[in-house]
T-cell receptor
Framework: AQSVTQLDSQVPVFEEAPVELRCNYS??????LFWYVQYPNQGLQLLLK??????LVESINGFEAEFNKSQTSFHLRKPSVHISDTAEYFC???????????????FGQGTILTVHP | DVKVTQSSRYLVKRTGEKVFLECVQD?????MFWYRQDPGLGLRLIYF???????EKGDIPEGYSVSREKKERFSLILESASTNQTSMYLC????????????FGPGTRLTVL
C-alpha cells in the first residue's frame, strides 16, 4: 500500500517570494511521482512528473520538484511566485509495476497556495 | 488534446434520490476513475474501470455503484443519496501503461439536501 502526506494544508506567500510545498510518500515498491494543480472551479491538471532519470523535474511555468529517494520526498518549489499561481496543489504517487497498469494514483491531502500582492 | 467532460458542473438533489453522474472521454482511454474531493482529505478513489463492463472498488465504494457500457463513458450512481455524499466529484481517464498520467474532467459539485 502507498500513502502520500502533504505537510502543509495552506501556504500563504507574497508575490515574487519563493515557495516550497512539501510532499512525502511511503511505498514498498518503486514509484512514479506527480504534482497536479487545481485552479479555482476547475479540474486537476498535471504540473510535472518524475518517472525515471534525472531527479530534478521542471514544469513549463517555472515550478520544479526533486525526487529524493532516501528521504522519500518530492517537494515542489518555485523561486518567485505570481498571483496566478494561487491554486490547490496535489502530490500523487503510483507504483511503476511493469506490464498492464491500471493507472491508479494515491493523492495527498492537498496544499492551498495563496499568493498575496 | 484529451478531453474529459462531466454532465453537470453543479447538481442539487434531495436525500433518498437516485443520482447519476456521467463522464465522457474522447481519447479512447482504457481506464477511467471516479474520485470524490473533500477539503483536507484530498482525492479519494471511489471506483475505477479498466475495460467495458469491468470495474473495481476503490477506497470508499460504499453507497456508490458504477456503470461502463461503452469505452468512452463511465457513470457514477448514488443509489439513495445522503447528505454525507455532498462533495465534489471528479472523473479521470488514462491510457493503460506505465506512466499513469490521468486527465481530469472539471468536476461536479453535488449538494444533497
Amino acid at each position: 500500500a502507498q500513502s502520500v502526506t502533504q505537510l502543509d494544508s495552506q501556504v500563504p506567500v507574497f508575490e515574487e517570494a519563493p515557495v516550497e510545498l512539501r510532499c512525502n510518500y511511503s511505498s514498498s515498491v518503486s514509484v512514479y511521482l506527480f504534482w497536479y494543480v487545481q485552479y479555482p472551479n476547475q479540474g486537476l491538471q498535471l504540473l510535472l512528473k518524475y518517472l525515471s532519470g534525472s531527479t530534478l523535474v521542471e514544469s513549463i511555468n517555472g515550478f520544479e520538484a526533486e525526487f529524493n529517494k532516501s528521504q522519500t520526498s518530492f517537494h515542489l518549489r518555485k523561486p518567485s511566485v505570481h498571483i496566478s499561481d494561487t491554486a490547490e496543489y496535489f502530490c500523487a504517487v503510483s507504483d511503476n509495476a511493469g506490464g498492464t497498469s491500471y493507472g491508479k494514483l494515491t493523492f495527498g491531502q492537498g496544499t492551498i497556495l495563496t499568493v498575496h500582492p | 488534446d484529451v478531453k474529459v467532460t462531466q454532465s453537470s458542473r453543479y447538481l442539487v438533489k434531495r436525500t433518498g434520490e437516485k443520482v447519476f453522474l456521467e463522464c465522457v472521454q474522447d481519447m479512447d482511454h482504457e481506464n477511467m476513475f471516479w474520485y470524490r474531493q473533500d477539503p483536507g482529505l484530498g482525492l479519494r478513489l471511489i471506483y475505477f474501470s479498466y475495460d467495458v463492463k469491468m470495474k473495481e472498488k476503490g477506497d470508499i465504494p460504499e453507497g456508490y455503484s458504477v456503470s461502463r457500457e461503452k469505452k468512452e463513458r463511465f457513470s457514477l450512481i448514488l443509489e439513495s443519496a445522503s447528505t454525507n455524499q455532498t462533495s465534489m466529484y471528479l472523473c479521470a481517464s488514462v491510457r493503460r501503461g506505465r506512466y499513469n498520467e490521468q486527465f481530469f474532467g472539471p468536476g461536479t459539485r453535488l449538494t444533497v439536501l
